[in-house]
């Protein structure tokens, strides 16, 4: 009922990333189960729920990294699996763990990522020099082999290197792992900022606090399905009770698996 | 500790249960170390038995023939003290850990010298025991025979410890100049070759019984006299094994070893964490990394970035690509004199086909061999494939371009050294050319047909390329092998057998270009990231 109203009420909004009863599964395992999910042009929107629930593989297959049994996935209107390049095109991804080559420099990693991305020499100098500013990567490091720098530092380095080619939707799954206070305000900052140019933000995060205070909608993901999608703006009091909804989530979810067990 | 030293022993990859899948390279490994280690005792026998007509000169030949195993035994120990202390890894993972910090590095200690000992027994046990029915006080020499590899680890340990500090301080430090590295590991790979090439020498003069006047000389007999009693402190233990009367020179490398040892724990205790953490910095000012590319361009620089770059890929196909056509030309040069000198002589007047397939079995099995380390994206690319699949570019050039250039760089390094071995003379423009062909063929079959393993593995970090390792040795192997069988049968000339060659390489062939044209791009696409 409650998303049925929010289906009405979002109906003129543009559609960002769109997921069509995505089935995934590893072997006998099924990891997301009929998953849909829409998310609206400029919003900020967060995928939360507790390890192992498919948040990860939501993402992967979103970006492509995985194959999905199952399904649709839209970004932007393209399909991943039809129009992959102009799909690809649209969105800046940033991973838990920093992945990047080693080897390279910080430049040169992101000379290939621009790169790849067909950027223009102008856009790709003028982001550079924006982002590496804003996120605190100073010149010297950026001349530095990557293989050198710190967890934090990589994960800067993946965090400009999602936002070089200038995208239109940003997904990050657990962005804020081993990133320092000042990095994690400015993230937050530039999260608010990329949102203000009417731009989408897919964020996944075990910090509840975090998502709560920034998302405008929030999406509970468990056992592979969307089991709740909260509309923060809508209802600002649940900001401070996602804590709590969440756990109660699971809580539920877990005494109606041992009940059914018992009965089994 | 016992869990820790359990630890240690799990990570070793030699340890590790052999099953369906990995029981081929144990194999392999077992009848590699086999095959050594029959050399060596071969060796060592042969040239006692030469030694021993000259007065004391043998007992001078054992002791420098154990230090020689022993300065072996220490260089393996130098390496796997590197990789079991300067683990970064391992250490994240138990520093944090409420263990006590000393218990960590006892039990890699302890790991180390019972390995050690197995490889230092392994290596030394075959001639110790020829040793024993030489000389007199046979029983206790034979007792003493099982402690003699204990003694020599309390050594090489202390030694790889206390020379493993700067060793590690130099490695990072070389990782910032690619170039340098690449020199250094090239100028080592040189000294090896021509290490082998001597031995190699030495084995076939033995292996034709020759008499070997010049090493005979009253001054070479002098200089392994020296040797043998002057090479601290091996000597002290290599002389009071073989000769109880020198006791105290037993005792004098007992004290030695165990300062060293304990000089080299005190240091690993100081600068173990130190060092793990430590990491040289340089600014690379390399003005080509500062503008947009085409981003073809861009997926090529980045592959000859891992090429050349990476660590790994430096000390294995990098180097070994550019010492392709010396190593070859060394090895063949040296199978040519063994067939063309001495007895062996004799079989090549027989069977002269014979000469003409080992030298196209070298060549062949050496671009092989060495072409296939480089399609190992599983490795290059372990955490990177969610690159290569997030990136708006096509994955299925993409995988193509990493084929494509270890492929050219291979071809490069293959057709040199068949330049080198014709303009040498070692092989004639027959050999030549077909070699050059079948090599071509083979090297881009093999290539492929790796690279399909590794992208329908299930689970793509654990992929590994156990069949086209296998034909990388089997294809040349059974060319050959069908070369000499039809034309020591059928009397066939060269020229036909190679026909024959060209058969089997181009059913390879077939089958690959079967495989790109109707089931890569599916295996491409269907290539996944492994959370």
């Known amino acids: 009922m409650e998303q049925e109203e929010l289906k009405n009420q979002n109906n003129d909004k543009k559609i960002a990333i769109k997921i069509e009863n995505l089935n995934k599964s590893y072997g006998k395992k099924h990891v997301l189960n009929d998953l849909n999910l829409e998310v609206y042009e400029g919003e900020l929107f967060g995928y939360v729920g507790k390890n192992g629930v498919g948040k990860s593989t939501t993402i992967d297959c979103l970006i492509g990294a995985k194959k999905f049994d199952s399904g649709h996935i839209y970004i932007n209107g393209f399909d991943i699996l039809k129009e992959p390049f102009k799909a690809k095109k649209q969105f800046g991804y940033v991973s838990s763990e920093p992945t990047t080559y080693e080897m390279m420099t910080g430049y040169e990693y992101l000379q290939f990522i621009g790169s790849v991305y067909n950027m223009s020499d102008d856009a790709y100098q003028n982001n550079l020099k924006y982002l590496s500013n804003k996120l605190d990567l100073p010149d010297a490091d950026l001349k530095r082999i990557i293989a050198t720098y710190s967890h934090g530092m990589k994960q800067k380095l993946c965090l400009i290197a999602s936002l070089i080619a200038n995208p239109k939707v940003w997904i990050m799954d657990e962005p804020t792992v081993g990133l320092d206070i000042m990095v994690f305000e400015t993230l937050k900052e530039m999260m608010v900022e990329f949102k203000k140019h009417q731009k989408t933000i897919f964020i996944t995060s075990h910090n509840i606090d975090l998502v709560a205070k920034i998302c405008d909608r929030v999406a509970l993901v468990n056992n592979g399905r969307i089991e709740k999608v909260i509309d923060l703006n809508k209802d600002p009091d649940k900001r401070y009770q996602l804590n709590k909804i969440f756990l109660d989530m699971y809580k539920r979810s877990e005494e109606k698996e041992k009940n059914d067990d018992y009965i089994a | ?531």
């Open chain 2, 1 to 531: 500790m016992i869990t820790l030293l359990k630890k240690e022993f799990k990570l070793n990859p030699f340890f590790i249960k052999p099953n369906k899948k990995n029981w081929l390279s144990f194999l392999l490994a077992i009848i590699l170390i086999v095959g050594l280690v029959v050399i060596e005792t071969f060796l060592f026998n042969s040239l006692y038995d030469k030694f021993d007509a000259y007065e004391g000169a043998s007992f001078s030949f054992s002791v420098l023939f154990l230090i020689i195993v022993a300065l072996i035994s220490l260089i393996i120990s130098i390496f796997y003290v590197q990789r079991i202390f300067f683990n970064r890894l391992d250490m994240s993972l138990t520093i944090n850990k409420p263990i006590d910090y000393m218990k960590i590095i006892i039990s890699k200690l302890i790991y180390c010298l019972i390995i050690n000992y197995v490889f230092a027994a392994v290596i030394n046990f075959p001639i110790l025991y020829s040793i024993v029915p030489k000389v007199a006080m046979q029983t206790l020499l034979g007792f003493a025979t099982i402690f003699y590899p204990l003694f020599l680890s309390l050594l090489n340990i202390g030694i790889s410890l206390i020379i493993s500090i700067p060793i590690q301080y130099i490695y990072r430090l070389l990782k910032q100049y690619p170039i340098v590295q690449l020199i250094i590991v090239a100028l080592g790979l040189s000294f090896a070759c021509y290490l082998y090439s001597l031995v190699l020498n030495l084995f076939v003069d033995l292996m034709n019984n020759n008499s070997m006047q010049i090493l005979f000389s009253s001054e070479n007999l002098a200089l392994i006299n020296d040797l043998a009693h002057n090479f601290y402190p091996y000597s002290y233990l290599c002389v009071s094994y073989l000769n109880f009367s020198h006791g105290v020179d037993f005792i004098i490398y007992l004290v030695i070893s165990l300062i060293a040892l304990a000089i080299g724990v005190s240091l690993i205790a100081l600068f173990y964490v130190k060092v793990n953490q430590f990491e040289f910095v340089k600014e690379h000012n390399n003005k080509y990394q500062y503008h947009i590319l085409k981003s073809d361009r861009a997926i090529i620089k980045k592959e000859f970035l891992l090429l050349f770059k990476e660590n790994d890929t430096t000390y294995s196909f990098t180097s070994l690509i550019i010492l392709q056509p010396v190593l070859t030309f060394l090895v063949i040069n040296a199978i040519n004199v063994a067939l063309l000198r001495g007895n062996l002589a004799i079989y090549i007047t027989i069977m002269p086909y014979l000469l003409n397939n080992f030298d196209l079995l070298m060549a062949l099995l050496f671009s092989s061999v060495i072409s296939l380390n480089a399609v190992n994206i599983y490795k290059s690319e372990l955490k990177t494939i969610r690159v290569m699949k997030y990136i708006p570019y096509s994955m299925y050039k993409h995988v193509y371009i990493k084929l494509l250039i270890p492929f050219i760089c291979s071809l490069f390094a293959t057709i040199i050294t068949f330049i080198v071995l014709v303009s040498t003379s070692l092989i004639g423009l027959d050999t030549f050319f077909m070699g050059l062909l079948l090599s071509i063929i083979i090297i881009f079959s093999l290539m492929v047909l790796s690279l399909k393993e590794q992208l329908r593995s299930s689970k793509f970090e654990k992929a590994n390329s156990y069949l086209s390792n296998f034909l990388s040795f089997f294809i040349p192997l059974i060319i050959c092998g069908v070369n000499i069988l039809l034309a020591s049968l059928l009397g066939w000339l060269n020229i036909y057998t190679y026909l024959f060659d060209l058969i089997i390489v181009f059913i390879l062939l077939g089958y690959v270009i079967y495989y790109l044209i109707r089931k890569f791009k599916n295996d491409v696409l269907g290539l996944e990231v492994v959370n």
